[in-house]
């Protein structure tokens, strides 16, 4: 008897069947008010764009509150819930329509909390895209890194919005968090 894979044995495949849902990289309609683009791609190792990850993006509100909407996987275009998700393209490009989130504490920089899931990951890598500031160089987490590790969590401004490019290995990996219990534990 052959089995097939389980979702935990192949993970890639599934996040195009399952979990892309109307609007779900729109956490706000583009082009609205106060609205950006937080983009850029997922890279592999070798430097290689990964076609297939999914990205999940947690923020606050411009104002640094935490929304407690209901609606994240239903949108109904005016409720802004503070998470989105989405999948990379062939070229390992993604892109959200958000707002520009506010700190959530005083002295402390604003940031996107983001989950990746790709091939060959059978648990999502968290990490954040921090918006560059004066309080960038005295907030605690940072200043904890080594200097030339911070700049894989800083997300580079533009035109419309924001770029984070994410190394999921290699030389400029971006830096990745554990949080307890994130880590399996072997019997």
Do not use: C, K
């Not at 640094?64 to 998470?83: K, L, Q, Y």
């Not at 999502?124 to 200043?143: K, N, V």
Request: a neutral charge.
């Amino acid at each position: 008897m052959r089995l097939a894979p389980t979702p935990g044995q192949t993970v890639g495949p599934f996040f195009h069947y399952g979990l892309p849902y109307d609007g779900d990289r729109n956490l706000v309609p583009p082009g609205s008010t106060g609205s950006i683009a937080l983009h850029g791609v997922v890279l592999d190792g070798a430097g290689v764009a990964v076609p297939d990850a999914l990205i999940e993006v947690w923020q606050a509100r411009p104002d640094g509150t935490v929304s407690r909407e209901a609606g994240s996987i239903r949108r109904d275009g005016w409720a802004f819930t503070g998470f989105g998700r989405t999948s990379t393209g062939r070229d390992g490009r993604y892109v959200f329509s958000t707002l520009e989130p506010g700190p959530t504490e005083p002295a402390r920089p604003a940031f996107w909390a983001i989950t990746v899931f790709a091939r060959g990951l059978l648990d999502g890598l968290f990490t954040r895209a921090y918006i560059p500031g004066p309080d960038i160089d005295i907030d605690p987490f940072l200043a904890s890194l080594p200097h030339e590790r911070r700049a894989t969590m800083l997300a580079q401004p533009g035109d419309r919005g924001y770029r984070f490019d994410i190394r999921l290995q290699g030389q400029d990996e971006t830096v990745f968090l554990r949080f307890d219990g994130s880590e399996r534990r072997r019997p």
